[in-house]
């Protein structure tokens, strides 16, 4: 008797449970009645994986409101398999305060349960169990004759021919898992030390200092960063707040009515980046009225335009304007229509006139300033992304205040609904990148902008900060900041033009970003074989894949038929393993598609004879 057809997933974070419950829906259209096996290898448990695990400091914050977290399709998903509808964050709270739903799940997560609203910000390990309830939901579904297999290990290797049953050699196990297909969703890469950390972490190791390189802020050792001396920190996104909580209030200190209490524990926290300030404030209210039309500028014709166009793609030249377009619709559409008393003529008559003019063009400025009179009122992409762009301030103190009022003025406008256009502009960097992974790897700058902007930290985190900067806890540095070694005094040093001639120096340096998803540097033996085995990546060292079904691509230009790939590590890389409910979240239709075409060719297999190779 032949074996049943195999399937190798490895990752058991999000992405890998999201396949899962895509083969589950599809199973009874392609796969019915058909034994299966599905391997699910991951050292961490089924669900959350390693980023979403439980076993992490409760002080760690989903940067999501309950609210805007689902797992599960809708319509508004592009996907060819059946939605099957199931609750958001906080509508899953719900139902487990009425007892509809059983879940098993230490006292403190239960009692963050039963208080959750959907305007909260929900624990890590909160969502971890949500994660694993959907996991649990999920194989359940799956049509009898469908296994899961957890392996809770890691995968080493993947060898075999291209025509025939692949190999899986997992960590502590000589013999290896054979698989008709195998699907990678191993989520967020460990990396090599570049050469500018291992520099970093040489001259650390000549001077006795500490260098923490990227790295997932949960994982990384903090016990070296001493308390009360300076540490520069390089990076001011979400791995910034992760560190700046553990080592305040995760060292004891706490907050009362907007005024930090330091515990004496903590180091004292040098913070600076390219930007020099920290990602906007998640916007703190909802949403009332008619949505933006989106895709306007930047629909899936236009995006089969661009693939079509000959030449190679760039991104400042052929992208960036329709991104500049589609945001500004969304912004400008609904300042008119939702607060025309702040505009001087009919959107009508604006939207007619912005889209004959030239991007960039004076007749497109005066445009502007006549019809909305408030430079408030008016999107500025550039000001945006580079809010300290050509300033320069005299000293230090003067950066501390002009940041602090600065984090203040974003935080009041993102809890404004008067400024509900910059929740349009969400909506439009939603749709943006929605239409965009269909273009493979567009660079780091559209991802930067878009977490900077779209995917910032909760407002309460925001205003931590600012107490912490009143307590002399954190300090900002400025933009386009510098690192230096300076080998006579044993040092880093740390520089911004933002204070022309102001250093800081200090013995501990944290990068506070995750490691580049590139297949050129990473750590993982699993993907550093299949880069040596003639895998394609980009020259930003993602995995090529194919935008389709998700199938690895190789060198020569072919697709291999029996190795997939679903992650941030790959060029369909999308916004997030789950996301924001009715806003077509695009690893959703990656899983949906992928989940199809693997059934097609396992149900190909299971009506022929298997032979072994």
Known sequence: MSPAPSLVVIGAGPRGTGLIERIAANATELYAGEPLDIHLVDPHPAGGGRIWRHDQSPLLWMNSMAEDVTVFTDETVRQEGPVRPGPALDA????????RITIDAEPAVLAEIHALSGQDFPTRRLQSTYLRWFYEESAAALPAGITVHEHPTRALRVTGPRDGRQRVWLEGRTEPLVADLVVLTVGHLDAELDDEQLELSAFALRHGLVHLPPDFTADTDLGALRPGEPVIVRGFGLAFVDLMALLTEGRGGRYENGVYHPSGREPVLYVGSRRGVPYHSKIGY???GERPPLPHHLGPERIKEILAAPGPLDFRRDIWPLIARELAHAHYHRLFTAHPERTTTAWEDFQREY?????????????????????????????????????????????????????????????DPAYSPDLAVFFGLLSAYVQLVALGDTGDSWHGFFSYLASGPPGPRLEQLLALS?????????ADMTVENDEEQGVFRAASPTVPGAR????????????????????????RGLYEDGAAVTGNGLLQVSPQDGRIQDRDGSTHPRRFALGPFTTARASGAFTRPRTGGPAFGQNDATARTALAFLRALSDRPVLAN
Do not use: N
């Open 92 to 99: 899953w709270a719900r139902e487990v305060r009425a007892g």
């Open 286 to 288: 909802g949403w009332e």
């Open 355 to 415: 889209e004959a003019a030239e991007p960039d063009s004076r007749e497109l400025a005066e445009l502007v300033a006549r019809s909305v009179p408030d430079p408030a009122d008016r999107l500025d992409l550039d000001v945006l992304d580079r809010p300290l762009e050509g300033v320069t301030l005299p000293d230090e103190e003067a950066l501390q205040e002009t940041l602090r009022d600065y984090i203040t003025a974003d935080l009041t406008r993102r809890h």
């Open 470 to 478: 009143r307590a002399g806890v954190v300090r900002f540095l400025g």
């Open 504 to 527: 800081t120096e200090a013995r501990a340096l944290v990068e506070a970003r995750l490691p580049s998803p590139s297949l050129r540097h990473t750590s993982s033996p699993l993907l």
